[in-house]
């Protein structure tokens, strides 16, 4: 299966309620106008891309339908399309590596939101470009947390750092670091609790993880990934919202787009707090996490093959 295969299937829900939107606006409009326009943003903001998203998009195509840039539905599409990329294309930046040593990547996020497992699956994507990557269990808060990144280790061929459960978090983020030094390992990328931003004792706990983590490697970590839950639509934005500053998220990995018709979520989640989309979970397996292309994904969702079932 192709990167773009991974996207499309991932992303099909999403696509089909577009396109059935659209159809149907197109079903009863016979020459777009002020209200057509607007039916289609509703139709957007249903998927989740966001009050401001939706606007630029249809702004976008407005304005070149009035220059008469396009005219039926499968041309509306791919304008679509394009002022989709525009949106993406401005927060959008390769994963920050490390000068030399470890690139060091801290996992963080609210309950639920997929943080462990992708952490496993970066592993494996990682490993699959060849590298070397440790993993270290910090998220000592949970046994089963501890033990799920224990098999990725032993499914991706990874070391895990790891310690009992109840154990100090911050210490075991210590061994890791030196341990990811002293092998010389290209990625080490540490699980941390999935946290509410209200809840003072894990947020201590990872301030005093980050404080462990830059004694040892002052520049690191290298990227805080902040993981987000796209099948809850908007509600991710205001996970980010209240969390991202506390946790001092760098970039973002969007999670579960397969499992909701409303993977605009992407968009929204870039437009309101422009941190980048490093990553997007679209499926089960370890390969459905991939490096988020913002092409493919519009491309995904404004397919032209509109689907009617």
């Known amino acids: 299966m192709s990167i773009f295969d991974v996207f499309k299937r991932g992303l099909k829900k999403t696509a089909v309620a577009i396109g059935r939107g ?12 002020d209200e057509s326009f607007t039916r289609l943003e509703k139709e957007l903001i249903g998927a989740d891309f966001g009050v ?9 195509l407005k304005d070149r339908y009035q220059q008469g840039e396009f005219s039926g539905e499968k041309d509306i599409l791919t304008v679509a399309r394009e002022e989709l990329c525009k949106v993406l294309h401005e927060g959008l930046r390769p994963l920050h590596q490390a000068p030399e040593g470890p690139t060091v990547i ?3 996020g609210v309950n ?8 496993g699956k970066l592993a494996a994507l990682f490993t699959a470009q060849g590298k070397k990557v440790m993993l270290a269990a910090c998220d000592t808060f949970r046994a089963a947390a501890v033990e799920q990144l224990k098999l990725w280790g032993e499914r991706t061929g ?16 210590f061994d890791a670091v030196s341990s990811a030094k002293a092998r010389n390992v290209d990625y080490l990328i540490i699980d941390t609790a999935g946290r509410q931003q209200n809840q003072k004792g894990l947020m201590d706990e990872l301030a005093k993880i980050l404080r462990i983590i830059r004694k040892l490697m002052p520049e690191a970590p290298h990227e805080t990934l902040l993981t987000l839950d796209a099948s809850v639509g908007t509600n991710a934005i205001s996970q980010a919202r209240e969390f991202a500053a506390v946790s001092g998220a760098s970039a973002i990995v969007l999670t579960k787009l397969d499992g909701t018709g ?3 979520a992407a968009a929204a989640v870039q437009e309101e707090f422009k941190l980048p989309i490093l990553f997007v979970g679209l499926g089960e397996a370890p390969e459905d996490l991939q490096d988020f292309s913002p092409e493919m994904y519009a491309e995904a969702i404004f397919t032209t093959e509109i689907e009617n079932n």
């Open 22 to 33: 659209i159809s149907s606006v197109f079903t009863d409009v016979k020459k777009w106008d």
């Open 52 to 60: 401001q998203t939706s606007k630029k998009i249809v702004a976008g």
């Open 106 to 108: 801290l996992m963080v």
């Open 112 to 119: 639920g939101s997929g943080k462990t497992t992708t952490t």
């Open 158 to 173: 990874c070391p895990v750092i790891a310690s009992k459960p109840g154990a100090d978090a911050a210490a075991v983020a």
């Open 262 to 264: 409303k993977g605009g």
